[in-house]
């Protein structure tokens, strides 16, 4: 089928690479999706948000392939494109930052990543508080960010802060805090902070009722999702 290049049939060329996408015929989505931002990008009718929803697009289809770089590369044009636009949600940017700041650590890019998670916290505590639950889950992220990039003191000061501030909010007993306690376990010991780290995992005991639970680098979780499309997506919190 021929579709005409005309910015009049922009949704007709992104539904089609949106579908493609999901057939996983990643080539021919890529395809489309090159289309439409090219002729958004001539058209004087081109927005900016619609220029920045193709690019998150784009580079939520170059994640499905496994290509960080240009999925990096999209997510931060989508982000340049949208730090320009005016009334754009802060949230907004932060959890594109989220995303951006866990494919940059796949690549071992940690000073990128780091600068992304550290815009993504300071934008939650402006919008929603320094101890906020969602706030924490991002806070949360940054540790873990710290801690791939092997600043694991760092790491374990950024982490202390979540857990005590996840009691003072749940209490003592609660599985989150349980669960972060255990983490701070497993990063204490790896630089031999052992009494620290006994402390800690006699907590997550207490709490989880686990004999022994060890938490690998590899099993770190970033999984707040941006989205492809321009929409608030906040950290999901599970209890």
């Not at 021919?28 to 958004?40: C, F, N």
């Not at 619609?50 to 690019?55: D, E, F, Q, R, V």
């Amino acid at each position: 089928m021929c579709i005409r290049d005309s910015i009049s049939n922009i949704n007709v060329i992104t539904d089609l690479a949106f579908v493609y996408t999901k057939k996983s015929n990643y080539a021919t989505a890529l395809r489309l999706y090159s289309k439409a931002i090219s002729i958004i990008e001539k058209s004087p009718e081109g927005k900016k948000e619609t220029l920045a929803s193709l690019c998150l697009d784009v580079a939520k289809t170059h994640e499905a392939l496994g290509d960080w770089k240009e999925a990096i590369a999209f997510q931060q044009k989508a982000l340049e494109l949208l730090k320009g636009t005016e009334g754009i949600d802060h949230i907004v940017l932060a959890n594109i930052c989220v995303t951006l700041a866990e494919w940059c650590t796949k690549v071992k890019d940690h000073k990128t990543a780091l600068d992304a998670i550290r815009g993504s916290v300071q934008a939650y505590e402006e919008a929603y508080g320094k101890t906020d639950v969602k706030t924490l889950r991002v806070k949360e992220k940054l540790a873990e960010v710290l801690y791939t990039g092997e600043k694991v003191e760092e790491a374990v000061d950024e982490l202390k802060g979540v857990e005590e501030a996840e009691r003072a909010l749940f209490g003592n007993m609660n599985i989150k805090v349980g669960k972060l306690c255990r983490k701070l376990a497993t990063w204490l010991k790896e630089i031999s902070r052992e009494e620290e780290a006994k402390e800690y995992m006699e907590r997550s005991i207490k709490i989880l009722g686990v004999k022994k639970v060890s938490v690998k680098k590899q099993d770190v979780n970033m999984s707040i999702d941006s989205g492809s499309r321009i929409k608030e997506a906040e950290p999901k919190v599970a209890y």
